[in-house]
């Protein structure tokens, strides 16, 4: 086997062998195929793609390349939830507590940011003492006290995913739904979880700009996850305009902190009942009622004891930026657009998200939404505040918010497109 005919054969829209995958997968996790030549292959996957019989053994090559975690000692039925990613997307927040308040164990192997996107684990690091690395056992004995645990893969889980992520991430590569999906779905189904929600998002802040493109990465990652016998379903998702009224990592935690209170913005608090609702019914749980846990504290109670697990502080001040920038509404009327990209960019720039791996992120930095699409705004009301360590950041933040909102004049008529837009199981 040699790798340059394995490119050769992409290249040349051909399909690859299931000799092929095995060999490319594991000479990459083992340094023999060298990053350039990967880079290559996965540049040519994301022009010519790949069918569902190669995904699956792309995914089952990833799978093996590392170990399987096995969460059989528990007496509760496992559900995880991952995103594709998103602007404002701190459902996994209030979500993984509450959906173990009733009656789950929620494994969530969660991730950091990198571009646009927000990260889960960059968000609860903002809470003073909170550990995202856990050895198995840590993660297992919160996981069975608590009901829920969010913490860092391990480096031995799927590890040919996290060379080859890394590479796309710096080589335009990113955006190939067969390796989105079998990225993700590797994942998923070395950690052993027994149910998965998919959210796949869909919208300008999302990898999936238009909803076709979706439809396609949620039914290959439904087919992956059903194939493997986990009960995978997904929901596609609106990612057009933040989720909530924050992005950023502290602001996003207590925004979350809101919605585990019984308040929050109407969208988040839909969008993690919706989510919870399919994670009981993937794990077999008929009769709970996460509207209830949420509002009679018992999701709340789940948070406090499952950060303080980890050595956080639930009743910490969280950090707040050292600055602000208020941006002011331009004229009175309809806010008919605020661009979930636009906002992104801008809070990665003002400190909250990193350029490479290796950067700290600044947990106070990000933006402060006060309308959302469909409100009535009157010039000169704050629309965004700006929130930063680095003063400087401002003038590169403004020039993304510059053209990401339209006030139109009162009475135009504005449709909202839905959160949940399509389920796919
Ligand atoms: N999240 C992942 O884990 N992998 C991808 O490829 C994209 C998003």
């Excluded at 023999?32 to 019989?53: F, K, P, W």
């Excluded at 986990?230 to 207590?254: F, H, I, Q």
């Excluded at 400087?392 to 135009?412: C, I, M, N, R």
Aim: glycine share 10%; net charge negative; hydrophobic share 45%.
């Amino acid at each position: 086997m040699d790798v340059i005919s394995v490119i050769r054969t992409k290249r040349d829209r051909g399909e690859l062998s299931p000799e092929q995958i095995d060999w490319v997968i594991d000479a990459y996790t083992r340094g023999v195929v060298a990053d350039e030549q990967m880079s290559a292959l996965a540049m040519a996957i994301l022009l010519n793609g790949m069918n569902r019989t190669e995904i699956a053994r792309w995914t089952a090559a990833m799978i093996a390349s590392g170990e399987r975690m096995n969460f059989d000692s528990l007496s509760r039925p496992t559900a995880d939830k991952h995103s594709t990613g998103g602007v404002g997307d701190k459902i996994t927040l209030p979500l993984a507590p509450l959906v173990a308040a009733c009656g789950a164990a929620v494994p969530q192997l969660s991730g950091r940011g990198l571009g646009h996107t927000g990260g889960t684990l960059d968000k609860l690091e903002s809470i003073p003492g909170w550990r995202a690395l856990l050895s198995n056992e840590e993660m297992l004995n919160v996981l069975d006290t608590t009901g829920a645990v969010i913490c860092a893969a391990g480096d031995g889980l799927a590890p040919a995913d996290k060379k080859l992520y890394a590479l796309r991430d710096v080589t335009g590569t990113v955006e190939a739904i067969p390796l989105i999906a079998s990225s993700i779905m590797s994942k998923k189904i070395a950690e052993g979880t027994g149910s998965l929600v998919l959210d796949v998002k869909v919208g300008t802040g999302a990898f999936m700009k238009n909803i076709e493109d979706a439809r396609e990465l949620a039914s290959t990652m439904v087919a992956l996850g059903t194939d493997s016998g986990v009960k995978t379903v997904a929901l596609l998702t609106d990612m057009s305009t933040p989720l909530g009224l924050t992005a950023g990592n502290a602001l996003e935690v207590r925004e979350s902190v809101e919605v585990l209170a019984g308040g929050g913005p109407a969208d988040v608090v839909e969008l993690t009942i919706a989510l919870a609702r399919e994670m009981l019914d993937a794990a077999g749980i008929k009769d709970a009622d996460p509207a209830k846990a949420l509002a009679d504290g018992s999701a709340m109670d789940v948070w406090r004891r499952m950060i303080a697990a980890q050595g956080g502080d639930p009743d910490a001040t969280l950090p707040v930026a050292r600055e602000q920038h208020v941006i002011t509404a331009p004229s009175s009327g309809v806010l008919t657009r605020l661009d979930a990209y636009d906002i992104g960019v801008a809070a990665w720039r003002l400190g909250a998200g990193r350029a490479r791996k290796e950067d700290p992120v600044q947990a106070g930095a990000g933006v402060e939404l006060h309308a959302k699409p469909g409100d009535t705004v009157t010039a000169g009301q704050p629309l965004l505040t700006l929130h930063t360590d680095t003063p400087e950041k401002f003038e590169y933040a403004l020039e993304s918010v510059a053209g990401s909102y339209d006030v139109a004049p009162a009475g135009t008529a504005f449709t909202a497109t839905p959160i949940v837009r399509e389920r796919i199981a």
